[in-house]
């Protein structure tokens, strides 16, 4: 069964330090897309970035960093010199087959992150 | 990616009413997705809304609870019917775009508190 894992339930850091959130996951497909949102105070989800299960390539995006490494089944998410901006709800999610049109999405139970001034 | 808008964006509701959500995309979609997130919690989906048939409901999820409609293909309406306070939550409407590359995108939410 898919299982995604968010151990980390708040995390506290002070303005530019850098953060990494951990994502494990658990599935039995071989293709699988694994995801990251952001949920700022105002509740909507923002979509960050999607990985293909056959990419194992690391993205970097700005401040924004993820590792993807098949062998320990994580998707971890840096922030690099993070910003009070950055505080916000985290979760990571995964959804089985090459997004064909009722795949859905599992969610992890999300990372509170706080960034303090 | 694809504008949605929910309506309403928050409510406060008696015990015992029913309300009914709004989704809105600015584009024609397959799917839509209706997920529950409870106070603090994580994302649950609560059904897949295919336009002209009847929705596919999670485990734990009834159509008599929540009954949805997918009248076209921008459009779909979540109704939360005999609620409780248990039902307090955000209710997100969203959708994958015709891509079909595996993200979706979310409205705002509607925040439901039920006393």
């Known amino acids: 069964a898919q299982k995604v894992t968010q151990a980390q339930t708040e995390i506290s850091v002070v303005e530019k330090e850098d953060v990494t959130l951990d994502c494990v996951y658990e599935?039995?497909?071989?293709?699988?897309?694994l995801f990251w949102y952001k949920q700022p105070p105002s509740g909507e989800l923002v979509f960050l970035i999607r990985?293909?299960?056959?990419?194992?390539q690391n993205e970097i995006s700005g401040r924004y960093s993820w590792n993807f490494q098949k062998s320990t089944s994580s998707f971890n998410f840096t922030i690099t010199a993070s910003q009070v901006v950055d505080s916000a709800v985290y979760f990571c999610?995964?959804?089985?087959?090459?997004?064909?049109?009722?795949?859905?999405?599992?969610f992890g139970t999300g990372t509170l992150l706080a960034v303090q001034p | 990616s694809a504008v949605i808008s929910q309506k309403p964006s928050r409510d406060i509701c008696q015990r015992g009413t029913s309300l009914t959500i709004q989704c809105q995309v600015d584009?024609?979609?397959?799917?839509m997705f209706w997920y529950r997130q409870q106070p603090g919690q994580s994302l649950t989906l609560i059904a897949t809304?295919?336009?002209?048939?009847?929705?596919?409901?999670e485990s734990g999820f009834v159509i008599d609870k929540f009954p949805i409609s997918r009248p076209n293909l921008t459009f779909s309406t979540l109704t939360v019917s005999n609620m409780s306070p248990e039902d307090s939550s955000i209710y997100l409407c969203?959708?994958?775009?015709?891509?079909?590359?595996?993200?979706?995108?979310f409205g705002e939410g509607s925040r439901l508190t039920v006393l």
């Open positions: 584009s024609q979609v397959t799917m």
């Open positions: 809304a295919n336009q002209g048939s009847e929705a596919t409901y």
């Open positions: 599935t039995r497909d071989t293709t699988y897309y």
């Open positions: 990985r293909n299960s056959f990419d194992e």
């Open positions: 999610a995964l959804s089985e087959g090459y997004g064909g049109a009722t795949n859905k999405l599992i």
């Open positions: 969203s959708v994958r775009t015709s891509g079909n590359t595996g993200e979706l995108f």
